[in-house]
């Protein structure tokens, strides 16, 4: 299974490092077109967007993960940190692992 990455510039350089295949969105425009190409591939597994760029498309993203098993798709912060009300990174693991993290 592979992976895609939606997100801003400096996000997708990272992943684009680590061999990811990733798209800059830089509106919703773009981030609705990057998410139906990722779809369309079939041996993609996991598509990583920010949530920053997920909360341009909220309803589109909601409407995948509904109607579809495949790609899993998982919002990590951005380089802002997490929005508003949403948990940090860190918590997400430390709810995963049950370990106090750092």
């Not at 909601?62 to 997490?82: H, Q």
């Amino acid at each position: 299974m592979k992976f895609y990455c939606i997100a801003d510039e400096d996000t997708v350089r990272g992943f684009r490092l680590a061999g990811i295949e990733a798209y800059v969105a830089a509106d919703a425009e773009q981030a609705i077109s990057a998410i139906s190409i990722a779809i369309s591939k079939p041996d993609l597994g996991i598509i990583i967007i920010t949530e920053h760029v997920a909360s341009w498309i909220r309803s589109q993203i909601d409407t995948f993960r509904i109607n579809r098993d495949r790609p899993l798709i998982v919002e990590i912060p951005g380089p802002e940190g997490p929005l508003s009300g949403r948990k940090s990174l860190r918590e997400f693991v430390q709810e995963a692992v049950g370990v106090s993290v750092g």
